[in-house]
């Protein structure tokens, strides 16, 4: 598969991530286009197409650090709102529990949010998440047990998520 092929196949995977870290359908979707974009710019410097995954969750923790940084005071957004852009009436018995994970998700921090994400939805290693975010291997698996286990007290009930404002 060539790296182009290989780079479109990854825009979803790139969305859910994004979504995760802004929680605004159109700053996520700046995003991964701002992602795309430098990764088109430096895909020669891929050597091995194994590593272009990795990579491109790298660039866009990368972009997304600077953009934080960059901006000292950001719009807030009512939980309100992130609730009507993710939930739809769904069907199947499930929905209202995967509607619960979410807002269990949000409740999150971010640094454990991106953790459980990177781990468990887009299927990296912990060694890749730790290269990825720059961190050790050793707070890659701790903010997992951590935000694992946060999930789970709010989904059998124990515990009420924190809504946090993005800032």
Not at 26 to 40: G, M, P, S
């Amino acid at each position: 598969m060539s790296a182009l092929a290989t780079l479109e196949e990854n825009i979803p995977s790139l969305r859910r991530y994004a979504w995760s870290l802004v929680r605004n359908a159109n700053d996520a979707d700046d995003l991964v286009q701002d992602c795309l974009l430098r990764a088109l710019d430096r895909l020669d410097t891929v050597r091995e197409e194994g590593q272009l995954r990795p990579w491109l969750f790298t660039i866009m923790h990368n972009l997304h650090v600077n953009r934080w940084r960059r901006a000292k005071i950001r719009a807030e957004v009512p939980a309100e709102d992130a609730d009507a852009e993710i939930s739809m009436p769904a069907p199947q018995p499930a929905s209202t529990e995967m509607r619960e994970v979410l807002r269990g998700l949000r409740g999150l921090p971010v640094d454990q949010r991106q953790v459980i994400l990177l781990v468990a939805v887009e299927g990296f290693e912990y060694s890749e998440v730790a290269e990825m975010l720059g961190i050790p291997i050793g707070t890659v698996m701790s903010r997992l047990s951590r935000a694992r286990d946060r999930l789970r007290d709010f989904v059998e009930g124990r515990t009420q998520p924190v809504l946090r404002r993005v800032k």
